[in-house]
């Protein structure tokens, strides 16, 4: 099975910095794409950002300027670089998988990011 790993969540003051990195395992063919989704309390996941494997991104417009998809590491692995964070970036962040060989995406336990003013 797929394994997918979240780490870099955290607490943090407006105006801050955090990393989000993703590792997957498992067996994963060449046409997917990774990306981060969030959720806050009593409101649906949501799109944050998405990085396919031919290089593409996609960005939520309430990110864009401020957040950055990337491979770091392992071909299986992104981050999500978060700049100047606000209040309003509280969720909980999950990874995903989008395999085009699997028969529904992949997603992770999710990791908790506080933005505090």
């Known amino acids: 099975q797929v394994q997918l790993v979240e780490s870099g969540g955290g607490l943090v003051q407006a105006g801050g910095s955090l990393r989000l990195s993703c590792a997957a395992s498992?067996?994963?063919?060449?046409?997917?794409?990774m990306g981060w989704y969030r959720q806050a309390p009593v409101k649906q996941r949501e799109l944050v950002a998405v990085l396919t494997s031919g290089g593409r991104t996609t960005y939520a417009d309430s990110v864009k300027g401020r957040f950055t998809i990337s491979r770091d590491g392992a071909k299986n692995t992104v981050s999500l670089e978060m700049n100047s964070l606000k209040p309003e970036d509280t969720a909980v962040y999950y990874c995903n998988l989008d395999d085009a060989w699997a028969a529904a995406p992949y997603w992770g336990q999710g990791t908790q990011v506080t933005v505090s003013s």
């Open positions: 498992g067996t994963i063919y060449g046409d997917n794409a």
